[in-house]
T-cell receptor, first 113, second 113 residues
Framework: DAKTTQPNSMESNEEEPVHLPCNHS???????IHWYRQLPSQGPEYVIHGLTSNVNNRMASLAIAEDRKSSTLILHRATLRDAAVYYCILRDVGGGSNYKLTFGKGTLLTVNP | ETGVTQTPRHLVMGMTNKKSLKCEQH?????MYWYKQSAKKPLELMFV???????ENNSVPSRFSPECPNSSHLFLHLHTLQPEDSALYLC????????????FGPGTRLTVL
């Protein structure tokens, strides 16, 4: 299974941008990069996903390296509500064996007021 | 509110009890999942159902028995559990089990005495 590496924890200040890195050097050509987050006492929630091009949605942006071996989730203005564990997950949505969401330990993001 | 509800939110049971966890999704999705989140461990996929048919059993002990009577409801029947089964049990759903993002419920916090 393709694996990802994330820092255990990061800290940010409210209203500042946050860049959450993820390394996935063994990514295959059909693996999509997914990000989920889990707020305290809640189930995970989908944030964003992408394949090769950078992606934007209302929650965040995803910047993908040209060689696809790393990616960065960008929160443009962190709020206290963004404090959560962020998971970077590779998922083969083409029907390959890596179709499941396999969660790692993620990055615990702390946002300071 | 994700459109996925779970009941009960908290459950305490003895090792000889039989109990059931219930999950309901109001999103019209075709795939449903059970995950287990133990303290200090990543989320683990337990079961996958697609159009009411079980497509994945991730080597889960038989004391956990899933049931999917229709695409909107998913149950996890519990019997003769062990204290190490204490965990947060999360239900999720998605439009398609291969491709789409998953929507998670808030989970049931289970304590086995």
């Amino acid at each position: 299974d393709a694996k990802t590496t994330q820092p255990n924890s990061m800290e940010s200040n409210e209203e500042e941008p946050v860049h959450l890195p993820c390394n996935h050097s063994t990514i295959s050509g059909t693996d999509y990069i997914h990000w989920y987050r889990q707020l305290p006492s809640q189930g995970p929630e989908y944030v964003i996903h992408g394949l090769t091009s950078n992606v934007n949605n209302r929650m965040a942006s995803l910047a993908i390296a040209e060689d696809r071996k790393s990616s960065t989730l960008i929160l443009h203005r962190a709020t206290l509500r963004d404090a959560a564990v962020y998971y970077c997950i590779l998922r083969d949505v083409g029907g390959g064996s890596n179709y499941k969401l396999t969660f790692g330990k993620g990055t615990l993001l702390t946002v300071n007021p | 509110e994700t459109g996925v509800t779970q009941t009960p939110r908290h459950l305490v049971m003895g090792m000889t009890n039989k109990k059931s966890l219930k999950c309901e999704q109001h999103l019209g999705h075709n795939a449903m999942y059970w995950y287990k989140q133990s303290a200090k461990k990543p989320l683990e996929l337990m079961f996958v159902y697609n159009f009411k048919e079980q497509t994945e059993n991730n080597s889960v002990p038989s004391r956990f028995s899933p049931e999917c009577p229709n695409s909107s409801h998913l149950f996890l029947h519990l019997h003769t559990l062990q204290p190490e089964d204490s965990a947060l049990y999360l239900c999720a759903s998605s439009q398609d089990f291969l491709k789409n993002e998953q929507f998670f419920g808030p989970g049931t916090r289970l304590t086995v005495l």
